[in-house]
C-alpha cells in the first residue's frame, strides 16, 4: 500500500499546504512511471508520443509543486465562490505557464493541473472532511463557478468537445469526478482485495476510466472508432479479470497494439489516474 497523507488537527495551512504539494506531485510521478499503460509515456516507453519522455513528465510534475502548494495556502478554509474561483484559476495559469517553461512549450500535464488542482484546492477548504466524495464534490462547486478572467483559447481537447459534442475536463469535474469516485477509487481498491500487486491494482483503475471516458485525447488523435476501440479493449481486460491475470495481460498487450497502431493516447484518463492515487493517498486520523 503507498504511503498516505494523514492531516491532524494541528498542522497549520502551511504544513497543510506543503503535505498536499507533496502528495499531489508524487501523485503525478507514480501515474507516469506506471506501467504498463497502452499508449500512454511510462517506464519502459513514450507510447504513441514523440514529444513525450518519462524524464520530461517527472520534471514537469516537480515544476507544479509549488503551484499546488499556492492552491492549497489560498484555499485553506474558504468557501466555493466567485473569488476563489478566480484565485484557483489564476494559480493555475500561473503553474501552467511555469510548467510549459520547464518542458521547453511541451504540453504535459494541462488537464492535470485542472484536476488535481481542483482537488487540491477542495481538501484545503475543509480538512476535516476527507472523504473522497466530499472532496469531489467541493471540488465540483469551485468548478461550476465562471471564472472572468480566464483566456478563450483553442486546445485540442476543446475542439474535440465541440466536434463530438461529449463532455470534456470541465464537465467531469463540474460533476463531481464520476471516473474516480464510480470507477476508478472502486477499482483500485477491488483489485488491491483481491491479491493484485499495488501496480496491477493502479492499471486496473487506469482501464476502469478507459472503459467509459470520452477521452478528448484519444478523440482528437483517432476519432470514434479509436475511442470504440479503447473502451472495448479495456472492458476487456477488467473482465478477464484484470492484469495480474494471464488472459488479463494477454488483452492489454492487444489492447496496446491497437492503440499504438491508432496512435492514440488515454491522456485525459491519466490524468484521472493521478488524481485517483491522491485522493486515495489522502487519510485523516
Same mark, same amino acid.
Given at each position: 500500500?503507498?504511503?498516505?497523507?494523514?492531516?491532524?488537527?494541528?498542522?497549520?495551512?502551511?504544513?497543510?499546504?506543503?503535505?498536499?504539494?507533496?502528495?499531489?506531485?508524487?501523485?503525478?510521478?507514480?501515474?507516469?512511471?506506471?506501467?504498463?499503460?497502452?499508449?500512454?509515456?511510462?517506464?519502459?516507453?513514450?507510447?504513441?508520443?514523440?514529444?513525450?519522455?518519462?524524464?520530461?513528465?517527472?520534471?514537469?510534475?516537480?515544476?507544479?509543486?509549488?503551484?499546488?502548494?499556492?492552491?492549497?495556502?489560498?484555499?485553506?478554509?474558504?468557501?466555493?465562490?466567485?473569488?476563489?474561483?478566480?484565485?484557483?484559476?489564476?494559480?493555475?495559469?500561473?503553474?501552467?505557464?511555469?510548467?510549459?517553461?520547464?518542458?521547453?512549450?511541451? %504540453?504535459?500535464?494541462?488537464?492535470?493541473?485542472?484536476?488535481?488542482?481542483?482537488?487540491?484546492?477542495?481538501?484545503?477548504?475543509?480538512?476535516?472532511?476527507?472523504?473522497?466524495?466530499?472532496?469531489?464534490?467541493?471540488?465540483?462547486? #469551485?468548478?461550476?463557478?465562471?471564472?472572468?478572467?480566464?483566456?478563450?483559447?483553442?486546445?485540442?481537447?476543446?475542439?474535440?468537445?465541440?466536434?463530438?459534442?461529449?463532455?470534456?475536463?470541465?464537465?467531469?469535474?463540474?460533476?463531481?469526478?464520476?471516473? #474516480? #469516485?464510480?470507477?476508478?477509487?472502486?477499482?483500485?481498491?477491488?483489485?488491491?482485495?483481491?491479491?493484485?500487486?499495488?501496480?496491477?491494482?493502479?492499471?486496473?483503475?487506469?482501464?476502469?476510466?478507459?472503459?467509459?471516458?470520452?477521452?478528448?485525447?484519444?478523440?482528437?488523435?483517432?476519432?470514434?472508432?479509436?475511442?470504440?476501440?479503447?473502451?472495448?479493449?479495456?472492458?476487456?481486460?477488467?473482465?478477464?479479470?484484470?492484469?495480474?491475470?494471464?488472459?488479463?495481460?494477454?488483452?492489454?498487450?492487444?489492447?496496446?497494439?491497437?492503440?499504438?497502431?491508432? %496512435?492514440?493516447?488515454?491522456?485525459?484518463?491519466?490524468?484521472?489516474?493521478?488524481?485517483?492515487?491522491?485522493?486515495?493517498?489522502?487519510?485523516?486520523?
Amino acid at each position: 500500500m503507498p504511503q498516505t497523507l494523514t492531516i491532524g488537527a494541528v498542522l497549520t495551512a502551511e504544513e497543510l499546504a506543503e503535505r498536499l504539494a507533496e502528495t499531489a506531485t508524487q501523485a503525478l510521478i507514480d501515474e507516469a512511471r506506471l506501467s504498463p499503460k497502452p499508449g500512454l509515456v511510462d517506464s519502459r516507453s513514450s507510447g504513441a508520443h514523440q514529444d513525450l519522455t518519462l524524464d520530461l513528465m517527472v520534471r514537469s510534475a516537480r515544476s507544479l509543486t509549488s503551484t499546488f502548494y499556492l492552491l492549497a495556502l489560498h484555499s485553506w478554509q474558504r468557501p466555493a465562490d466567485i473569488a476563489l474561483r478566480q484565485e484557483v484559476g489564476r494559480l493555475g495559469r500561473a503553474g501552467e505557464a511555469q510548467m510549459m517553461a520547464e518542458t521547453g512549450g511541451v %504540453n504535459t500535464h494541462r488537464g492535470a493541473i485542472w484536476a488535481m488542482g481542483l482537488l487540491v484546492s477542495a481538501v484545503a477548504m475543509q480538512p476535516e472532511r476527507l472523504l473522497p466524495q466530499s472532496i469531489a464534490q467541493r471540488a465540483a462547486k #469551485i468548478a461550476a463557478l465562471p471564472d472572468a478572467f480566464s483566456p478563450k483559447k483553442f486546445s485540442k481537447g476543446s475542439h474535440a468537445v465541440q466536434r463530438y459534442q461529449v463532455p470534456g475536463a470541465r464537465e467531469e469535474a463540474q460533476s463531481g469526478f464520476p471516473h #474516480i #469516485i464510480d470507477r476508478a477509487l472502486p477499482q483500485l481498491h477491488h483489485s488491491r482485495a483481491r491479491g493484485a500487486s499495488e501496480s496491477e491494482s493502479q492499471v486496473d483503475a487506469l482501464l476502469a476510466v478507459m472503459t467509459t471516458l470520452a477521452d478528448t485525447c484519444v478523440l482528437s488523435r483517432g476519432g470514434l472508432p479509436a475511442l470504440d476501440a479503447m473502451h472495448q479493449g479495456a472492458r476487456a481486460v477488467l473482465q478477464a479479470g484484470g492484469v495480474s491475470t494471464m488472459a488479463g495481460k494477454q488483452l492489454l498487450r492487444h489492447l496496446e497494439r491497437r492503440m499504438l497502431a491508432d %496512435n492514440t493516447s488515454p491522456g485525459g484518463a491519466a490524468d484521472l489516474l493521478a488524481a485517483t492515487l491522491f485522493l486515495d493517498r489522502v487519510s485523516v486520523v
